[in-house]
């Protein structure tokens, strides 16, 4: 009768090629582990529920990349300098509104400022408290 898989006397492991001995002689081998792991584990055991390599973060949050957090695009880097503000850091709505008030007393076209100079103050503003056009 010819041997199946469907026959429960057959093992899978026995129809695997046997394994060369280490040349140790002890006779005693490692268990084969199961899946991928056998190929990377290298006798290193995973902690429980570590997936995978971490990716190094910047230690910033999506609040400290906008205008007015630590870590400003240059557009929000300019619209600080354009106000009076620092370079750098974290702003308060407060902060913004106050330099742009001092800022639009200073060039504003009724007391002698000019037009082009105000909107590009108005214009600062808005990019730091994110007032886009739509």
């Known amino acids: 009768m010819a041997r199946t898989l469907l026959d429960p006397r057959l093992s899978l492991v026995s129809l695997r090629p046997q394994q060369a001995s280490s040349g140790s002689g002890d006779g005693q081998h490692e268990p084969a ?3 991928f792991a056998k190929a990377r584990s290298h006798g290193k055991a995973k902690p429980a529920g570590a ?3 971490r990716k190094k973060g910047t230690g910033l949050s999506a609040a400290d990349h906008g205008p ?5 695009s240059l557009e929000a880097i300019e619209a600080r300098s ?6 750098a850091g974290r702003l ?3 902060d913004v509104t ?3 008030k001092r800022a639009a007393g200073e060039h504003h076209p009724d007391r002698g400022g000019r037009h082009d100079t105000m909107q590009a103050v108005n214009g600062a503003r808005d990019v730091l408290l994110g007032r886009g056009l739509g």
């Open 51 to 53: 997936k995978g390599r």
């Open 68 to 72: 007015l957090g630590r870590s400003p």
């Open 33 to 35: 582990a199961k899946g």
């Open 98 to 100: 106050l330099a742009w």
């Open 82 to 87: 354009r106000l009076g503000l620092a370079l």
């Open 92 to 94: 308060r709505e407060s």
